[in-house]
């Protein structure tokens, strides 16, 4: 079945990065692209970026732009949300998404990112 | 950006009756070549991602029970459950994809048991 299978919790240090793994299967990789999303304590939920899959193109949220960076590998069907100079506020549950026509319509159970010196 | 407005911030309602749902987009999110709301909604529970429940603001994404629904046009929608049922607690959010790929959610509505 399709599902999003996300890389395990992370405890980080401010001013550390995090790299967060999302290993898509059970469809074809390059059709879909894939979104990311956190909930910080809240509840907002934002977006962080998109990537496009099959041509490797990113797009990011004005808010992260500069900090955040999205890959794919389509060998490994695997995006990468890489988020740096972390600070308290990046604490949260990341997502990753799979975008179906434009909604995302199957999740990741989520990463959890904590923060903390 | 568009700015995704949601209210009320949260509602208690018994079970068995409706609870409803506002959004508010900074700009109409209708898009006049297809004639498309480009308007989603989100169910989260505690400890699961968000699923799709509505898209093109009241397509009803399969699986979903019919009493959910989605209405409104330009930039004012509503999310109603029909009859709440206890395992609709839950919070709720209304997203666009108007500005795709950048997208935008409502801040939450958190429906409870009265």
């Known amino acids: 079945q399709v599902q999003l299978v996300q890389s395990g919790a992370e405890v980080k240090k401010p001013g550390a990065s995090v790299k967060v793994s999302c290993k898509a299967s059970?469809?074809?990789?390059?059709?879909?692209?894939i979104h990311w999303v956190r909930q910080a304590p809240g509840p907002r939920l934002e977006w962080l970026g998109w990537?496009?899959?099959?041509?490797?193109?990113?797009k990011y949220s004005r808010k992260f732009q500069g900090r955040v960076t999205i890959t794919g590998d389509t060998s490994a069907t695997t995006t990468y949300l890489e988020l740096n100079s972390l600070r308290s506020e990046d604490t949260a549950v990341y997502y990753c998404?799979?975008?179906?026509?434009?909604?995302?319509?199957?999740w990741g159970k989520g990463t959890t990112v904590t923060v903390s010196s | 950006d568009i700015v995704m407005t949601q209210s009320p911030d949260s509602l208690a309602v018994s079970l068995g009756e409706r609870a409803t749902i506002n959004c508010k987009s900074s700009q109409s999110v209708l898009y006049s070549s297809d004639n498309n709301n480009y308007l989603a909604w989100y169910q989260h529970k505690p400890g699961q991602p968000p699923k799709l429940l509505i898209y093109?603001?009241?397509t009803r994404e399969s699986g979903v029970p019919d009493r959910f629904s989605g209405s409104g046009s330009g930039t004012e929608f509503t999310l109603t459950i029909s009859s709440l049922q206890a395992e609709d607690v839950a919070l709720y959010y209304c997203?666009?994809?108007?500005?795709?790929?950048?997208?935008?959610f409502g801040g939450g509505t958190k429906v409870e048991i009265k």
């Open positions: 997203q666009q994809y108007y500005s795709t790929p950048l997208l935008t």
């Open positions: 093109w603001a009241s």
């Open positions: 998404a799979r975008d179906r026509s434009l909604v995302l319509d199957v």
């Open positions: 059970g469809y074809t990789f390059t059709n879909h692209a």
């Open positions: 990537i496009n899959t099959g041509t490797g193109d990113t």
